[in-house]
């Protein structure tokens, strides 16, 4: 928005239909103020006849947009989770139908592929038995250092339960926001659990540990090992998991904002990413319309540079605030950006990483699903290794 000025000398003045604060005088002087509109009169009018980029997109639009992706995803996972479900039928002779097995499960298998990581980078071997796990996991620690949490943000699955999750609890009415003194130490719970991770594996892990592990039958039917974690879960198992689930209603965001070690480590690789959300404190009209709309319950208000690891990049607040140029996704040199950028980026990026691992196959996994059908027979007496 231009900078408006006029003359005072009065309690308040109104130009062009907008309200501008009053400034008292202290010796009956003319002077020019800044003008800084209502925020209470401040609806998004203003933007009219501008050519911000967030102009161009409503706010709605971009959520419905990140909804829209999401929900694609979701539903793909959903698809390859039945699939995976008949291939286990038949490698566990549940069933005489084969079907092949989806390499995208193993996008569930995060420990596997940080294990994965490790012996690439000491061996220089590509994981050949969960390819598409190591692909996937590669493409979203590339997408937390280069475009922000935006794996978190428009791809994971879960990461869009929660979020319906959260909806349902702010129609229930039964949304409760944690007190500060609560909400801080929450939120180093993942850090502890992703530092407890990387400890185990990328510390004291041995190269001969990591191949002993890789070729064992426990690692070759994890996946099953997983899934049947899920259909017959024990009873604390099963208290753990219906508490999580209640406890995403009624806080927002519970699992990703606390619990998570994945979205941690893409939160702490963000703190690089080139790509920020930059506030212009001068044009701040202090409506917090950011504030409410942040899914990751950011205060944007106290800040110039949002640069968090909480921050999702879905950019819902710069399409919401009401003042021109005030909130913008910014990158080094150029400020102002189109939001539909990062997004793009996004899943531009992820499908990217697909298509290469698909072209130069590291996408199925090498080992034949008669070897998997000898250890999936087995599977309730694999032991941990
Ligand atoms: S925090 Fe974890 S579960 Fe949540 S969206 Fe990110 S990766 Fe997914
Ligand atoms: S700060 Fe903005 S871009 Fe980041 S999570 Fe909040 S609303 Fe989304
Ligand atoms: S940055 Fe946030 S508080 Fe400031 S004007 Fe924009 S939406 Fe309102």
Redesign the pocket.
Known sequence: MESVYFLTGSRSSTLLGTDFKSVPLKNQDLIYVKARPD?LRYDGCMKQGSTSYANLIRPEWIKTLRTFIQAGFALFCLYGGYRYYLFYLWGTGQSSTYVPRPPSVEAFLPISALVGLKRLILSGHYDMIHPAGLTIFLAALCIGLLLRKGFCGWICPVGFASNLAEKTGRKLKILWKPPIWLDLPLLSLKYLLLFFFLYLIAWKMTLDQIESFHTSPYNLAVDAKMLLFFLTPSGLAAGIMLSLVAISFIIRNFWCRYLCPYGALLGLLALVSPFQIK?DQE?????????KICPASIT??SKKTIRTGECIGCTE?VS????DD??TLALPGRKKNSILLLPAAVITTFLLFYAVSLVTGHWYSEVPPEVMKKFYSIIAELPHP
């Open positions: 925020p506030r044009t701040c009209v202090d409506c917090k319309k950011c504030e944007l208000t607040c919401v605030c009401p003042v005030c909130l």
